[in-house]
Structures are given as structure tokens and as C-alpha cells.
């Protein structure tokens, strides 16, 4: 299989070397928060150091802190999960590698919903399964509906991938709505579901996450949820992610973890002990600043003829639809066709590094993340707003008409 690389590891790159060279960029790209990890995180990371926490751990990761996630999942979420029901790795990402490479057989369908995480459909094709990208537009509020999903479930389908709060449009699945798919999962028994709940308290507006087996515990025996450190303790640097499900599916995740990564970073390990059960508050601190950020940047983005932005729910991204922009010209009279034209567009003329929509599933939007200050974006959506307004949309000849 030809192996895409990352879009936003490609993007990231592409921003260092802009940015190497001297070019000031407004950078919309990072996928993680912008913040330090919190000072008691650090400080317990610092003290199991010194005390010689520098070993091997098991596989499945420490107890304590295994413990610490089924309390963390029982007090969030309201679901009960023994600790050998529970595996820590470096990072949510090799779970979901993991959780594919354990249970997927050549040929046998995964069920990915648009706008995806850009890793999604590769890791389901790395591991020899067949991603099944089924649209979810702004119509259905960029979520699967139970109609969307029988559709898409044939004889071979082995897994659904359900990720909420979303990367890249923060949209959140209600009770409600659980309750509905969950109806058409119960009548597909060959059918598991994973659930990636890494932006799980990136969220605003009093909404809250839920999880799917707390909604109905019919479908424990086949779901994995999927969540980890990176984007809550703002901790991406330290690769430490968690999943919990039915014990044989987390015991096969844990044999091939033993037989490539061994384990996850031990004092890291000890630190989000720390992170799960000491104050919440950098969790609030944060979450502070990205509600003005969203606001500032959802707003500059509708401000913009030829945009438009709903709110996002949760995670820290603007996913603007810019369809009524395809298809214009810039000065020296080339058409904008796609979102990456756009994006390649902006680069050059605004300095602003964006994500295109295409590469997360859905053509006609572009993903900013403001994860980023507040500054970086009231310029860079000036920068935008003035590149935009150059243009000369579709069927017209005036400039930003
Ligand atoms: C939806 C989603 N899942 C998983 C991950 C990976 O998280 P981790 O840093 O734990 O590997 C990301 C990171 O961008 C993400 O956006």
C-alpha cells in the first residue's frame, strides 16, 4: 500500500520551513494546544525521575495509573472498566494502529464518517482493512445519522469510527443521538465501535461528552474508547494515550504493544497519575481561552464574503465552508478550484498557514485550528479577510464582490 504521509505532520513541516526562512506566518495549522503542560504534571514527572522511575513497565502500563483511568472513566463518564480492561501507550494514535492491526482481517471494512481525522482511513488501509468514507455534511451538522449509517454497513463491516468532540469540525454527538445509531448498531452485531474522546473536555456551552456505553451497556461487549493525555494536559509531547474495552480486545492490543513498543514512557506514566487526579483547574484555565478564540475567530471568519463558519461545540478548530469561493480568480487571473488551491493561495498572499478541507474527507472547507494566540488570529484574519477580498468570486467581475 502507497502510504500518505500525515497531512498535518506534512503541513507542520511545510510552516517550520516557511517560518526558517524568516517569513512571518500566521500559523492556523497546529493541531495541539499552545499551552505548557501544567506545572504539577511537570513537577511529577520531575520527582518520579529522581526517585528512579527510568524503567520498563508492563505492557498494559503501570496499575496505579490504570486505576487512575478507570476512576477518571467512572467519575467523566459514568462507565465502570476494570483496570485489565485498560491499556496506556504512547499515544491515542497507536492505539487506534493497534486496535486495527489486533482485529482487522484482509478486506474487512471500517466505516470512517466525514470530515475525519486525516489518520483514520490510513491506519485502517495500513493494517489491511478498507476504509469506508461516508459524508457527513454541514446539513447533518457534520455527524452520522442512523440513516447515513445503515447504508453503509454491509456483511463486512467491522468497525465504526465515531470521534467526539471532532477534529476537525468540534461537533458532538447529544444523548439523543446516541440513542438513535445505537438502535442500528444492535441489529449489526459483526459491527464494533470505536470511540476517540481525545478532545473529550475541549468543550463548550455547557455541552457535555458522552460516551456511548453509558448510553446503552448493550454495547460494551463491543466498543473501544479511545482518549488519552495529549490534548486536555496539553502533555502531545509526552505520548501517552489510553484505551478501555472488552478484555480480549485490550489483552491482544497489549500483546503486540509488548512485541513493538514494550511500553509507554515510565515517569510520564506516573506524571498522568497526577493529570487525572490532582486540580482540574489548567483543564478550565485553558478551555477559558479558547472560548474567546473561538468567538474572535468564528466571527473575523463570517465577517469574510464568500465564508461561512459555524460554531464549533468542541475541540480547538473553525471549519469554515468556502464553496462560494471556488472557482474565482486571482490578480494574475488563475482560478481558485479547489480548497488547496486556496490554501496555496493564502500561503502566498496572506501568509496563513490553513488546513484544506479535502485531506480530512471534505472538499470545499478548510480547517484553522485557534489553538494559537490571540493575536495570530486577529491579524492573520485580517491577512485572510484582505487575500479574499482580491479575488473575483464566480460570476462576477469585481473584486470581493
Ligand atoms: C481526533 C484525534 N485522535 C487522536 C489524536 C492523537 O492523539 P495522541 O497525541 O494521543 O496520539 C489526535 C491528534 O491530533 C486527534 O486529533
Known amino acids: 500500500m502507497k502510504l500518505k504521509p500525515s497531512a498535518s505532520i506534512t503541513a ?26 501544567p506545572g504539577n504534571i511537570v513537577d511529577a514527572a520531575i520527582a518520579a525521575l529522581r526517585a528512579g522511575d527510568t524503567h520498563y513497565t508492563g505492557s498494559a502500563g503501570i496499575l496505579s495509573l490504570r486505576k487512575a483511568i478507570s476512576n477518571k472513566l467512572l467519575r467523566d463518564s459514568g462507565v465502570t472498566y476494570d483496570p485489565s480492561e485498560i491499556v496506556v501507550a504512547s499515544g491515542a494514535k497507536l492505539l487506534i494502529y493497534e486496535l486495527f492491526s489486533a482485529t482487522l482481517e484482509a478486506g474487512d471494512e471500517v466505516i470512517v464518517p466525514a470530515p475525519f481525522w486525516v489518520s483514520y482511513p490510513d491506519i485502517v488501509a495500513l493494517n489491511g482493512g478498507v476504509p469506508v468514507v461516508v459524508p457527513c455534511g454541514p446539513e447533518t451538522g457534520f455527524k452520522l445519522t442512523p440513516a447515513s449509517l445503515e447504508a453503509a454497513i454491509t456483511e463486512k463491516t467491522r468497525w465504526v469510527i465515531f470521534n467526539s468532540p471532532s477534529n476537525p469540525t468540534g461537533a458532538i454527538y447529544s444523548h439523543q443521538e446516541w440513542s438513535s445509531l445505537i438502535e442500528v448498531l444492535l441489529a449489526h452485531p459483526q459491527v464494533s465501535v470505536l470511540t476517540d474522546e481525545i478532545y473529550e473536555h475541549v468543550i463548550y456551552d455547557g455541552a457535555k461528552n458522552v460516551t456511548p456505553v453509558a448510553v446503552d451497556p448493550r454495547l460494551r461487549e463491543r466498543c473501544v474508547i ?29 500483546k503486540l504493544l509488548g512485541q513493538s513498543t514494550t511500553c509507554a514512557c ?36 463570517n465577517r469574510i464574503e464568500g465564508i461561512s463558519c459555524a460554531m464549533p461545540q468542541g475541540a480547538f478548530y473553525a471549519f469554515p465552508d468556502v464553496r462560494r469561493l471556488l472557482g474565482s480568480q486571482t490578480q494574475d487571473d488563475s482560478v481558485i478550484s479547489t480548497d488547496a488551491d486556496l490554501v496555496s493561495y493564502l500561503l502566498e498572499e496572506a501568509s496563513a498557514a490553513i488546513m484544506g478541507g479535502a485531506s480530512y474527507g471534505s472538499p470545499g472547507f478548510l480547517r484553522l485550528s ?19 477580498a482580491k479575488l473575483r468570486l464566480p460570476g462576477t467581475n469585481i473584486e470581493g464582490a
Open 266 to 301: 515510565s515517569f510520564a506514566q506516573t506524571a498522568a497519575i497526577e493529570a487525572l487526579e490532582g486540580s482540574q483547574e489548567p483543564i478550565a484555565d485553558m478551555l477559558e481561552s479558547y472560548k474567546k478564540r473561538r468567538t474572535q475567530i468564528v466571527d473575523g471568519l
Open 12 to 37: 507542520m513541516q511545510r510552516v517550520t520551513e516557511l517560518k526558517a526562512k524568516g517569513r512571518r506566518i500566521y500559523d492556523f495549522c497546529v493541531g495541539e494546544p499552545d499551552f505548557s503542560t
Open 370 to 388: 485557534f489553538a494559537t494566540s490571540e493575536t495570530t488570529i486577529s491579524e492573520g484574519i485580517e491577512a485572510i479577510a484582505q487575500a479574499v
Open 226 to 254: 479511545v482518549n488519552g493525555m495529549s490534548k486536555a494536559y496539553a502533555m502531545t509531547g509526552w505520548r501517552l494515550g489510553f484505551a478501555a474495552g472488552p478484555r480480549h480486545v485490550i489483552q491482544a492490543v497489549v
